[in-house]
């Protein structure tokens, strides 16, 4: 069973920082390509970005190319998702997911419950 948990979201003013980190098992970790997911009301769930099971290959929306930065903690079985410069438009909730697939872009199998990033301007 694949199980996902988020942590790190909150209220930053525009052009601060936020990281979110996704906890998943070992398993888990080694055996899925994992990524980064967003919803903001009224608005469809959108790719943000996404990380290989193996090696470092990374994909990005291109509306945080340049500030969000995905990464694994290979120590702690984490996939981390470092935003900076925030803008107001980041504000979503953000949800962790995983796939055999790559790349991460539609419909990932295994879903986060979501943790709330709110950008104020």
């Known amino acids: 069973q694949v199980q996902l948990a988020e942590s790190g979201g909150g209220l930053v003013q525009a052009g601060g920082s936020l990281r979110l980190s996704c906890a998943a098992s070992?398993?888990?970790?080694?055996?899925?390509?994992m990524g980064w997911f967003r919803q903001a009301p009224g608005k469809e769930r959108e790719f943000v970005a996404g990380?290989?099971?193996?090696?470092?290959?990374?994909m990005y929306a291109d509306s945080v190319k340049g500030r969000f930065t995905i990464f694994r903690d290979r120590a702690a079985n984490t996939v981390n998702l470092q935003m900076s410069s925030l803008k107001p438009e980041d504000t979503a909730v953000y949800y962790c997911?995983?796939?055999?697939?790559?790349?991460?872009?539609?419909?990932?199998?295994?879903w986060g419950q979501g943790t709330q990033v709110t950008v104020s301007s």
């Open positions: 990380i290989m099971k193996i090696g470092i290959n990374t």
């Open positions: 070992e398993r888990t970790f080694s055996s899925y390509n």
């Open positions: 997911a995983a796939d055999s697939r790559w790349p991460l872009r539609s419909g990932p199998p295994y």
